[in-house]
């Protein structure tokens, strides 16, 4: 008896997660939605782009990202390298070296550590903003003049991410492949042209296009994400740093399972 | 003794509520409100913390939905309205948050002349114009290149005034404009109401708990407790009122301190039925 009970509540917990979330991804898609209405429909109807918005945000997520990022991603190409030499060597075959790096960064890690990066920098900034505007009650404010806090919010972000995360992501692979240049230099007899014409060769362009496929995806995933964690802000200045924890976690997991859909979904269309 | 504007033309309801009620999930908060606000009059909503009058007046400019009920407002009842019909409404309405809610990362100016380049097509010229009229009319001249954040909260407050003044109101809303401010500052946004009103002849509704704020500026008052509207009438009717909870209030009486055991239980147990005193 106890233990039907307390298989009724599993799952009914179960349950409850299960709905719980689904209700938040389809909250995700449609603030999408309606980020995309706002960006390619409304503009038609006399309800301009917020321009100015968008350009300063592509700034904030894209261009002020760029030192930290280079760094990070030259030392990932450089771990790269060593990792990849560890086997290679073995086999004799440390001109490989070259390949794998590239190969490795504009499939998955270009695209993947761009992300988490931005994630930190601009995910939890959508959140901790846009929460602190709840909080003070600007979002209300907006919607008492009439004015939509997607249109006026949300969409200036969606665009910059959109546009901001492929470029940041192409970056990421050229000082990825720099990272595996410098090893490939100092310990594989490489000489620079050389390490960089055998990553070249190596690359193909839809290695390059899948990746950026996925950037984009991310860069909508982790907008929505830190938006719709900012707008479900609670009451009071400590629902604002919640948020913006969870900003951060959901899109990290967010960003991971569009990363493994994705490239499952590359893998079964054969494109390598 | 109060000076209302009750001209006879300016009797008819400008706001009519119908038995309103608003829930959060599924607790209750509003259980069943209905009073009138007449054209161009001050009407101030009074009540205690948790009273309900903060999501009244929430409902009033449509931030939240009701769960049933009635509010006519120039003719239209937002509570079944489209989102596109009730920021129609908006456009025609003002409302001045408790903080400010001023945005941030604009200039005092950006913040006034949201709206109007939000919504109206006027040129660049024209809107500074009317931006330093409101600012002007707030006392705030010479400020509109100031960012929020360098402004004392009275100077916000008389800024977040102009904004919602900025697109010529029919009515304006005031959450708490006295909190959190001193006695001369509160003072001085209680003027600035007084002088709105002779100026414009604007309906203005202000939720307030600040009793000495609500008697300077209220034509009428309506007193909300738990939920229901407890009394409504002028300022003077407030006063003479023998009803025990008005009593209470505008005496300023503190809850009867529950000092029994027995009667701390049953208290709790009947949640519903606060002690009869």
Redesign the interface.
Known sequence: MVLVGGKVEVATQIGQTVTDGLAYLGGLTMLGIRAAYFTFVSPFQGKPLRWRGAISQAMQTGVRALPILSLITFFIGLILALQAAYELRRFGALNYVASAVAISMTRELGPLITAILVIGRSGSAFAAEIGTMKVTEEIDALETMAIDPVHFLVAPKFIAMIVMLPCLTIWANMMGILGGAVFGVAQADFTWTRYILSSVDALFLRDIVTGLVKSVMFGITITAVGCQEGLLTGAGAEQVGKSTTRAVVVSIFMVILVDLVFTALFFFMGAR | MDQTTGMAMESEAMISLRNLRVSYGDREILHGISFDVKRGETLVILGGSGSGKSTLL?TL???ERPSSGEIWLKGKNIAAISPAE???I??K?G?S???G????SMTVGENVA??LR??TKLEEPTIEIILRLKLDQVGLSGFENYMPSQLSGGMKKRAAVA?ALAMDPEILFFDEPSAGLDPIIAAGVDELILDLKKAFHMTIIVVTHELASAFLIADRMVLIDKGHVVAIGTTAEMRASQQPRVRQFLDRVPEPAVSQELDYLQMLTEQNHPPTR
């Open positions: 929430r400019v449509g931030l009730m920021d129609e908006r456009k309405i409302m948050f408790q903080g809610a001023l945005f941030g949201l709206p939000e919504h904004r």
